[in-house]
């Protein structure tokens, strides 16, 4: 099993900036690609930025050029930069780790616990 933690959400006011951060930790694996998703009440889980182990980027058109995503690969860490935050990012984010068990070679896909991001007007 793979484990990831996240940290950094909480309450901002719009314009302002949060840094997101999430570590993979557990059995023996290899990590493919690693992201964040965000989710509303009553709405679907939706990406907002993806970064591959070739350093290939992938964002949302909402977030572009306000979130960068990046990766500290000796730490398995995935950090999610957001600046001028809007209202419109208000949501639940959830950390997202594409996988291959290093024993069985099976790919996996993990999802963090969530952290909250309330961005007031």
């Known amino acids: 099993q793979v484990q990831l933690v996240e940290s950094g959400g909480g309450l901002v006011q719009a314009g302002g900036s949060l840094r997101l951060s999430c570590a993979a930790s557990?059995?023996?694996?290899?990590?493919?690609?690693m992201g964040w998703y965000r989710q509303t009440p009553g709405k679907q889980r939706e990406l907002v930025a993806t970064?591959?182990?070739?350093?290939?980027?992938n964002y949302a058109d909402s977030v572009k050029g306000r979130f960068t995503i990046s990766r500290d690969n000796a730490k398995n860490t995935v950090y999610l930069q957001m600046n001028s935050l809007k209202p419109d990012d208000t949501a639940v984010y959830y950390c997202?780790?594409?996988?291959?068990?290093?024993?069985?070679?099976?790919?996996?896909?993990?999802w963090g616990q969530g952290t909250q991001v309330t961005v007031s007007s």
């Open positions: 557990g059995m023996k694996f290899s990590i493919n690609a």
């Open positions: 970064l591959t182990t070739t350093a290939s980027t």
């Open positions: 997202n780790a594409m996988v291959v068990l290093t024993t069985t070679l099976y790919k996996l896909t993990y």
